[in-house]
Each structure stands twice: as C-alpha cells, then as structure tokens.
C-alpha cells in the first residue's frame, strides 16, 4: 500500500478526507470513460467546479473509479 492509500485510509476511519464531499459533472472532464463513470453514476445535484447543475457525482467516486483503472 502506497503513502496515499494509507493516507486516505487514516483519514477515512477519522470520518474526513482531503477531497471533502465535492461534486463534479461531466463536463469538467474531457476522458470519454470518465464523463460516461459519472453518467452512469449520476446525482442531481451542483457541480462545485464549474458552478453547473448538471449530472454529477462525488468526487471521491470519480477518483476511486481511476485509481481502480489505472492499478487494475
């Protein structure tokens, strides 16, 4: 396990994270896998980057979803 796995694990038990409970839409991505993950996943709900209601989804899922792809 990497520094950031156990990072994100330590901060996981303490109940927080660094990415905080942050929403992204697709169009804040230009990867065409990335931007059907969030579809496919999606919550109407803001977009905190791009100031959108869109279809979003956590930011946490986003990352977790390419962090699977990339050390699968």
């Given amino acids: 396990m990497g520094l ?4 994100l694990d330590r901060q996981s038990a303490f109940g927080f994270t660094t990415l905080g409970d942050k929403n992204v839409c697709s169009e804040c991505f230009g990867d065409d896998a990335i931007k059907e993950f ?20 956590s930011l946490i899922a986003v990352t977790a979803r390419i962090k699977c792809t990339v050390f699968a």
């Fill in 4 to 7: 950031m796995d156990r990072l």
């Fill in 38 to 57: 969030i579809k496919n996943n999606a919550i109407s709900s803001y977009c905190d980057y791009c100031d959108t209601v869109n279809e979003n989804t």
